[in-house]
């Protein structure tokens, strides 16, 4: 279905959702407010992954410091402690971010399903518009609700200004 | 008697510059962004500037080659001043990339939308700028060929770095910049790459472009989790931006030399950075701006904003060089309290002098409404500001160096001219890449621009 402004988009989703159509997404050309929440999407683990990898990096980065100074290559300086660890957080303090950022683009990505090179939305040609000023709902087949006949009677009530099938 | 509503007590302020010029719908913003890249014909100045820049570029490499195949002797550093253009500009540059990240992660953090039309440009800038920053202290190391043995890996060696040494906390804060800058742009390109993908007509283009858009459809499920990654980046990178240069401040402040040994350095030097980043932009932004008509993109508010920017952090700058001076005094040192007669006085004086005219006294005109407003003249400051922020790391570096506690190691400094080559050189391929950005990515980001014409629209304006 094809739409003209995120109002419609907006509408037709929540429309879409509250008639209990659950395999649908919608596709807009930049983010729009409250479409991931209308088609029921609502969480993402995102956060939680970047808090690991931040953790990770934080640890993983203290503990190369303190193994190579105090255990694998101890180095006795005028008897200065060799676990100096004021001297480790700057690096323990980069390696954080790093992690962490490597988790939130990797994560993102991965929980994205990208890259993903085909999909069968790229036979419909109008789609292309999607990254341009247009907006997509689709309904999947696969959706328990989906009736060829009865789904076709509902999208056209939702007045888009295209339908298209997708092959697949 | 009812009491006037508090409103009435400020007059209606006259609306400010828009951040994007009415008029402009989802469809019109990206085909006017992307139609830079897509539409055919390059523009001849297009490639008569990178002519020029790339031949500069091609002096830089010219230069690494004599440099590799001789050494670091033919540059003008040697004891007492070992440290003088390699890390000059390695500061320098460094801190020009300040400003990519400053403008996407923090600004975005305080909801700025002016920030949306010059982010990706600045982005772009900060990655070229980390580049030519991350080659100087590569090619200063002496034998660059050996410089991965700054990085811990096991080898048989079984030589690992020294980590409590500022200069290893430089290697990873620069590397993790880098890195993090570098898929924040790339994030952020994502969409953009898509729609570039959807309006290529050539097959090439297609290909290229559908190949970095990893198959990104604009699905709401992708666009929440998207934002949600941006958002973190933009935080993770906000204390990063302000680490980066506080570690590069470090390799100083560690140090027990007179004018190097000072507590006020990292946010000086932050300050500092963000001040000579956003002169930078300007410089940039100014002429690209005029060149493919994006005035309504990039609109005087933007520029007076960041004019804005470049005074509040011109002046915790000068706020530095007082207390620099104040704190050689109050020290009761007399190494310190020589160190600074010397930069006011010494052989190098004239620098210091400039230094405070281009960083200083020039950029107070940034005061009047009418200065902000004149592009050609913010133009000029622009690029005072960053002969200025050179010879600010000039003046610590080498002028510190050159006379230190024991009068029998003096020296002087003189650049040779493998030192300018380097130097221009490296100005140089920071155009091209910057040339070859403009011609082959989107300069603005085109989907946050859409979301910007949904604000406009919804304003009325």
């Not at chain 2, 096991?154 to 030589?159: A, I, K, Y």
């Not at chain 2, 004149?374 to 610590?396: D, K, Q, Y």
């Amino acid at each position: 279905m094809e739409f003209h402004a995120p109002e419609e988009l907006l509408a037709a989703s929540r429309r879409t959702y509250a008639e209990g159509y659950r395999r649908i997404d919608a596709f807009a050309p930049y983010p729009v407010e409250g479409l991931a929440e209308a088609i029921g999407f609502h969480h993402t683990r995102l956060p939680l992954i970047v808090l690991a990898g931040g953790i990770l990096g934080c640890v993983g980065g203290f503990a190369l410091q303190y193994w190579s100074s105090s255990i694998y290559y101890p180095l006795n300086v005028g008897g200065r402690p060799l676990n100096s660890w004021p001297s480790f957080i700057p690096i323990t303090f980069e390696m954080t971010v790093l992690v962490a950022a490597l988790a939130a683009v990797l994560g993102m990505l991965a929980l994205n399903g990208l890259p993903m090179p085909y999909h069968p939305l790229f036979n419909v040609d109008r789609f292309a518009l999607a990254s341009r000023d247009r907006f997509y709902l689709v309904i999947e087949a696969t959706d328990p609700l989906f009736d060829r006949e009865k789904t076709r009677r509902f999208v056209e009530g939702l007045a888009p200004h295209g339908v298209y099938e997708v092959d697949h | 008697m009812p009491e006037k509503p508090p409103e009435s007590k400020f007059a209606p302020s006259p609306p400010p510059v828009p951040v994007l010029e009415p008029g402009h719908t989802f469809a019109s913003v990206g085909d006017k962004i992307s139609s830079i890249v897509l539409t055919g014909r390059t523009p001849t100045g297009w490639f008569v500037g990178f002519a020029i820049v790339s031949l500069l570029a091609l002096m830089l490499f010219y230069a690494l080659a004599v440099l590799f195949t001789t050494g670091i002797g033919i540059w003008g550093n040697n004891i007492p001043v070992a440290w003088a253009f390699d890390i000059i500009n390695f500061v320098w540059w460094i801190g020009i990339g300040h400003a990519g990240t400053l403008i996407s992660a923090i600004l975005l953090l305080l909801r700025q939308q002016w920030r949306t039309s010059i982010n990706r440009f600045a982005e772009a800038m900060t990655l070229f700028a980390v580049a030519c920053a991350g080659l100087y202290p590569l090619i200063h190391v002496g034998r660059p060929w050996v410089a991965y043995w700054l990085l811990p890996y096991p080898n048989t060696m079984s030589l690992l770095p020294q980590f409590r040494s500022p200069l290893m906390w430089d290697v990873f804060a620069v590397s993790t910049y880098a890195t993090v800058s570098l898929m924040f742009w790339f994030v952020g390109l994502i969409p953009d790459l898509a729609t570039l993908r959807d309006r290529a007509a050539s097959k090439v283009g297609r290909i290229i472009y559908g190949f970095l858009a990893m198959g990104w459809r604009g699905s709401a499920r992708h666009w929440h989790r998207y934002e949600v990654c941006y958002l973190l980046l933009a935080g993770l990178a906000t204390p990063l931006v302000v680490s980066v240069h506080t570690v590069v401040s470090f390799d100083f402040a560690v140090s027990l030399l007179p004018g190097w040994n000072a507590t006020i350095f990292p946010p000086y030097f932050v300050a500092g950075a963000i001040y000579s980043g956003f002169a930078m932009v300007m410089t940039l932004a100014i002429p690209i701006r005029k060149f493919y008509g994006l005035e309504d993109f990039i609109t005087t508010r933007h520029l007076d904003n960041m004019a804005k920017v470049m005074l509040a952090t011109g002046l915790i700058v000068a706020y530095g060089y007082m207390m620099e001076t104040f704190m050689a005094w109050y020290s009761g040192s007399p190494a310190e309290w020589f160190m600074i007669m010397n930069r006011m006085t010494g052989p190098y004086a004239p620098f210091y002098w400039l230094l405070i005219a281009c960083n200083v006294v020039i950029p107070q005109l940034l005061w009047l409404g009418k200065v902000r407003a004149n592009v050609l003249l913010l133009w000029v400051i622009s690029l005072v500001v960053n002969v200025g922020m050179w010879l600010e790391r000039f003046i610590i570096i080498v002028v510190s160096l050159h006379r230190d506690y024991l009068p029998s190691s003096w020296g002087m400094y003189r650049p040779t001219i493998y030192d300018w080559a380097t130097y221009i050189g490296s100005i140089g391929l920071f155009l091209t890449l910057l040339f070859l950005f403009i011609r082959f990515l989107p300069l603005i980001s085109i989907f946050e621009m859409r979301a910007l014409v949904k604000e406009t629209e919804k304003r009325g304006g």
